[in-house]
């Protein structure tokens, strides 16, 4: 009696153990995003993507002679893309996974502004911006597990009111500057800054989500897996 017990006891945890080992097709396929940005990483929790991992690249952003803005911003999101791909093909959660990469350059004409790390930097950049046009490219490219490298460039035009002495110090002093294209994040303070914008503002931010979902779609993603059953 013991026998046939331990036998019927046993049957289910095998059962279970040897289901939870074959993988589940209806599992989402896993994605990395090659970037520490919160705010790419926000931009993609947005539409209901949530990364597996952030592979961040540290490469060298500087412009080459004669390289125009959008030009760079091509060339920054393919070398980052080509980082996380080293690095995922080192892992063995992530050797096939979806890649997505991104870079914005903030340009006046022809002149790339930096990405303000120094207040003398974000104060220039402000003071260039204040009552003029700019454009803000945002590259974004994907790599999917059958290898096939896809990418879109994204160009919005931003137009900010003249602004004041008072204006530049207090949004200097907010240091939301720190770290962004052109000294500036447009979600935030510097949003009341921009009296017309012609684009994508996700692509101002940082990653140009109908783009995004689009390549990522069309290379066999299920982007819209996390956004539950319809009611």
């Given amino acids: 009696m013991s026998a046939v017990t331990t036998q019927t006891a046993t049957e289910p945890a095998v059962a279970a153990a040897q289901a939870s080992a074959k993988p589940d097709p ?8 090659a970037s520490a940005s919160p ?8 539409i209901g993507i949530e990364p597996d991992a952030l592979l961040p ?11 125009s803005p959008r030009e760079l911003a091509r060339r920054l999101a393919r070398a980052k893309l080509e980082v996380a791909r080293e690095a995922a093909r080192r892992n063995d959660m992530l050797h096939n ?5 991104a870079d914005t350059v903030v340009a006046v004409g022809r002149r790339v502004l930096p990405k303000a790390e120094r207040l003398d930097e974000a104060a220039d950049c402000l ?7 700019h ?3 945002t590259a974004v490219c994907i790599l999917s597990p059958k290898g096939r490298q896809r990418e879109r460039l994204v160009e919005a035009r931003v137009r900010f009111k003249r602004l004041s002495s008072r204006e530049i110090e207090s949004y200097l002093g907010s240091g939301e500057w720190r770290g962004k294209a052109g000294g500036y994040a ?7 800054f921009v009296i017309k914008l012609v684009g994508s503002q996700s692509a101002v931010i940082g990653l140009p989500l109908y783009e995004t979902m689009s390549l990522l779609e069309g290379e066999g993603f299920p982007v819209r897996h ?5 009611a």
Avoid: M
Avoid at 186 to 192: F, V, Y
Avoid at 226 to 230: E, R, T, V
């Fill in 226 to 230: 996390g956004w539950g059953a319809p």
């Fill in 57 to 67: 690249a540290d490469i060298d952003e500087t412009p080459r002679k004669s390289e």
């Fill in 26 to 33: 209806a599992a989402a396929p896993k994605l990395v995003l």
């Fill in 135 to 137: 454009r803000v490219y």
């Fill in 39 to 46: 705010r790419r990483l926000a931009l993609l929790q947005q």
């Fill in 127 to 133: 003071r260039l911006l204040s009552g003029r046009p």
């Fill in 186 to 192: 447009i979600q935030g303070l510097a949003g009341a």
């Fill in 97 to 101: 996974a979806y890649l997505v990469s």
